[in-house]
Every structure is written in C-alpha cells, then in structure tokens.
C-alpha cells in the first residue's frame, strides 16, 4: 500500500501556522487574565473604602441631654446609648462588640439601644427586627426610636453611635465601637468604654463611628 506523504515545505507552513494559533490563545489567555485581576483589585478596593469611611460623628452634649426621655438605672455605675437604624446591616458587629464589653464590665452598667424607626415604612419589619437586637444583646433596653427623636437629642448621626454616662450625668465616651464598618475585632472605642468602666480612666473619649446614616429611611 502506498501513502503519498505532503511536501516538506508544507508541514512548516502547518506547524507555523499551529504555533501562531497557540500564541495568540496564549495572549488572550493572558490578556483576560489581566482583566480579572484588575477586576479583584478594584473590588476589593472599593469594599475596603466602604468598610473603613467614618460616618458623621455625634457633637455629643458633655452632660445628659436634658430633653431625653430615657430612663436611666441611677444605682448604675454607668449609662450607655447606643443608636441604630433598623436596615443598617452593618449593626450585627456593633451588638457582637457591645457584648464583648458586657462580658469584660467588672461595674453595674445601664445599657440602651433605641432603633430609630419610621411610622411610614413596614411596622411588622421594624419590630421584628427590634425582638432580634433584644436576643441578640439579651442585657440591653431595646426600644424604637420613632424618627429619631432621641437621637436628634443626642445628636446622633450614625448607626452604631454609643454614648456612656456617668452617674453624675457626665459624657464619658462618643463614638463607634467597631474597627471598621460591619467588622467586628478589637478596637480602640471598645478598649476605652471598658476602660472607662473597669478602671474609671482612658485615653481619649472622642473616637470614630462606622455606620449607616440613622437617616436614610431605606437600604438597597
């Protein structure tokens, strides 16, 4: 049997041609690559800029808002606010850190979350999520905020602005207690609430809050 074998010049020219192809699979391979690097790096920049941007801190009152209709523990050592909005999802890591300083309190502390609410959005959805807050920070004074109305006193601006009192109605601390937005972890708002209420002393009493505006009535 005989087999009629192609023209040596024309194997190069298939074997070039095969080596081009691959090439040019190789570079849109890595071209794409490229792409979805950027892509990451992007994205991972954009989330890192949402979760470490302050939100718009308290000008605290430097003694208990005399407006306020919060009824306090006066045989408590200390007197802490908390305010949050009820969409702010970034809230879960404030609670887990209000907890942390619960656990690590050695004083009587009076703690209050009012969750600012809104009489013209879902009620049911609101106080769901209020019975939640309650189970989650089982030691707190869980109560709705309609419109804001305690926070305006306050002049509290962020989800996750906490406040601590003296018994004396003196402002120990404003700020946030989480590192970042939605993160929970050591930080240094946390260090100085337990500080101020273990050891009666702190660094500082002004500190950063990550949050959702207790303002905007609605999240996507």
Request: with cysteine.
């Amino acid at each position: 049997m005989h087999f009629d074998l192609p023209p040596l010049h024309k194997l190069f020219m298939s074997l070039d041609q095969l080596s081009g192809g691959l090439i040019k699979t190789r570079n849109t391979l890595f071209i794409l690559f490229l792409c979805w690097v950027v892509l990451v790096i992007v994205g991972v920049t954009k989330l890192w800029l949402y979760a470490s941007t302050e939100g718009q801190a308290a000008h605290a009152l430097l003694v208990w808002p005399e407006n306020s209709h919060i009824q306090r523990d006066l045989n408590a050592d200390a007197t802490l606010v908390l305010f949050t909005h009820f969409g702010c999802s970034c809230s879960n890591a404030t609670f887990e850190e209000l907890n942390k300083i619960i656990a690590q309190s050695s004083k009587k502390l009076d703690i209050h979350i009012r969750v600012v609410t809104y009489e013209n959005l879902d009620a049911k959805l609101q106080e769901k999520k209020i019975r939640e807050i309650s189970q989650t920070v089982p030691n707190a004074k869980v109560m709705s905020d309609l419109n804001g109305v305690e926070a305006k006193y306050f002049d509290a601006k962020t989800s996750g602005q906490t406040f601590l009192y003296d018994r004396n109605s003196k402002l120990l601390f404003s700020g946030g207690i989480t590192p970042f937005r939605g993160h929970e972890g050591d930080n240094e708002g946390q260090k100085a609430i337990v500080g101020l209420i273990n050891e009666g002393h702190t660094e500082r009493n002004l500190y950063s809050v990550f949050g959702c505006s207790l303002f905007e009535e609605s999240f996507e």
